[in-house]
């Protein structure tokens, strides 16, 4: 019978062959990181910080020595392998021996293991195997005990995955010699069908980017070792296996080698994981996934490896990569992809302008439930039914209604990234005299929340090239601010400009504050204490805001820094991430109850004119911009009444837009232009129409 080894089955001869081949290049990764650890001098201490880095090098190694059995490959994993068996615990200062540290070690020398076995010393063999056997004791007894609470029943977060994850890949190097071992496997089995059932259908991952990264590979593991080891096939079952590779690429920015960083993001870069980007073109024939995986090895590998502040990072997943890499997928580049994408889970949109990496712009907006709709409704429901607490929503920010905007290969528009103390005001929001949300300035703002705090993105339309959407965040904010609405609008035309308007109400009078984030400092271009035109330039990107407020109220202007710093792991107190924002404040001068901003955001290379120029325009309760875009006009109205009127422009309708031969219609019964009846319903509508050039009109 031929040997069966964790992730390749009894494929080990194919696989060797196809190193000659059609896996050439993904050995040639194996070898070069293989080479790098001889240098390496490890500690004969724990070292103060993670070690989950020793758990890919023994696994590269390993891997370099079956397929080659080149003795110095086994020589070179024995001395990382048994240095880490020799420290008496794993991890440094939190939760040792009962989280990361610990379960990356315990998954990746029980792939040594099971990969080695027949090549070890019965003294070795016996070694290792009671190291792991104690790690997974201690691991499998935590998880036990705390049951109900951490990251025991945190299904939707990464502590659970990876912790899980390493005790199942125990079990099955183990259970063959250690009858306790399957207790291990039936436990994660158990946990995993929970995961796999309760991610989100969209593929979307609350915790972001960087920890879509780090997280989303470890349900692939497990994945692999299940449909490998119990038949249970996750990728044909798992909506979010399917569809999670176009969450990643549409949070990627046009340069696709840095992020859209919502959430707790290390970083911009780190976003990359080519193993996962492979296994997901296996499993699905996606040619998307398949190009990315090559474009990051071609492009962007090194880089990211240098940048990347999450660790281990890419370079140690080549094993991976050689294993799950199918040379028979077809890379398929991206022109053929939507422009727009709408996350409903997560309550997260992107919009842009084309797949061209030098010149696109793109827009990416947020909204939504904590953690998801899926995960915010049943994370209720299991505290209700079974009195466990699952809601593990530390690496979410206070974020709703926040946006980024990314141009000419800059950013313009940011967000804050690692941030443990979040603050709506961090995030290009409103706040309300001051006050944000509810809890605030803590590491989980959530974890006091009530069942009805959540924000949604309330209407959603994308046609014939003009996109519109809606997102309420009123109800997350403290008691005291007594909001009643918070609507942030947001259309786009398919052009190289973003109108937003936002709409606030409140039983009591208060100042209401605008805030924009950028990496650089603005100019003020125009000087009108009702409306303002502010311009940021960032290296080849630049971006005008033209801001105006309703009401008849004065726009009061603040500039200043806004100051972010956050240690990122308990095991590396020293170690932090900062960054200090450049902020523009709008306020209304006078306070009210309701007050409106809106607002254009045109985007332009630095070296050109820009595409698009926006003119305030004013008629009574009506009011908005006409802008001019490539030769194409475009007016943008807005009356908070219902009622527009504009010169020979008649509405029943909160917002009505003109372009070209289409016309946007939000919460409207009707439109006339020149006394012609364009459009009527019998309920307020949110519509996009094509009725015909009305050029005429602007």
Known sequence: MDRKYLFMGTSLEELQESIKYEKKDQFKRLYEICRSYKDVKLAYEHPAKSITFMAMAAANLSLGYILTKQEHYLTEAKRWIFTAVKYPHWGHAFLVDVDLSASWLLFGLSICYDWLKDDLTDKERTLLRNKLVLQADRMFAFKVETEGEGWSTAFWQNHNWINIAGLATAGYALRDEVPKAQEWVDDAKSNF????????????????????????????????????????????????????????????????????????????????????????????????????????????????????????????????????????????????????????????????????????????????????????????????????????LSHQHADNNH???????????????????????????????????????????????????????????????????????????????????????????????????????????????????????????????????????????????????????????????????????????????????????????????????????????????????????CQGTTQGYKVESEGCKEIMLYARDGVIEYENIQAQAKILLIAGDKILIVDGTSCSINGEELYFSNKKDTVIIQEGSKNDVI
């Open 403 to 617: 946006f980024l905007i990314h141009g000419y290969d800059t950013y313009l528009a940011i967000d804050e990234g690692y941030n443990r103390t979040v603050k709506a005001c961090e995030h290009s929001v409103i706040t309300v005299d001051g006050l944000g949300y509810k809890n605030e300035g803590a590491n989980n703002i959530w974890h006091l929340a009530k069942e009805e705090q959540t924000a949604s993105i309330t209407t959603f339309v994308t046609a014939d090239g003009i996109t519109y959407f809606c997102g309420d965040a009123h109800n997350m904010y403290k008691e005291e601010a007594e909001l009643t609405q918070y609507d942030r609008h947001v259309i786009h035309t398919g052009k190289e400009h973003f109108y937003m308007i936002d709409e606030l109400d409140s039983n009591n009078r208060h100042t209401y504050t605008f805030h924009l984030h950028t990496e650089t400092p603005g100019t003020r271009l125009e000087d009108d204490i009702y409306y303002g035109i502010y311009e940021y330039k960032n290296g080849p990107g630049k971006m005008k805001v033209y801001t105006s407020i309703t009401n008849d109220n004065v726009i009061e202007t603040e500039t200043k820094q806004t100051y972010v710093k956050a240690i990122m792991s308990a095991q590396e107190p020293d170690k932090f991430r900062d960054i200090n924002m450049e902020t523009l404040c709008l306020e209304n001068a006078t306070k009210e109850r309701q007050m409106e901003f809106i607002n254009v955001y045109c985007v332009g290379d630095v070296f050109k004119d820009y595409k698009a120029t926006a003119e305030h325009i």
């Open 193 to 392: 069908a929970r995961v796999f059932e309760y991610m989100a259908d969209d593929g979307s991952d609350y915790e972001g980017v960087a920890y879509w990264r780090y997280g989303v590979i470890w349900l692939i593991i497990y994945a692999d070792l299940s449909k490998q080891e119990e038949g249970i096939d996750y990728f044909k079952t798992s909506g979010f296996l399917k569809e999670t590779f176009y969450y990643r690429l549409y949070q990627a920015v046009p340069n696709l080698g840095e992020t859209v960083n919502y959430g707790d993001c290390h970083d911009k870069r780190s976003g990359h994981s080519v193993a996962t980007y492979y296994k997901l073109a296996a499993e699905y024939d996606n040619g998307y996934a398949q190009y990315m995986g090559n474009r990051v090895l071609k492009d962007f590998l090194f880089r990211e490896a240098y940048e990347s502040q999450i660790k281990p990072g890419i370079l140690p997943e080549a094993w991976l990569e050689l294993l799950w890499f199918d040379p028979n997928v077809a890379p398929k580049t991206f022109e053929t992809l939507p422009l727009v994408k709408h996350f409903e889970d997560l309550g997260l949109i992107t919009l842009r302008t084309s797949w061209d990496e030098d010149d696109c712009v793109l827009l990416s907006f947020k909204c939504g439930a904590p953690g998801g709709k899926k995960q915010w409704k049943k994370s209720w429901e299991l505290q209700r039914d079974e009195d466990i607490l699952t809601r593990g």
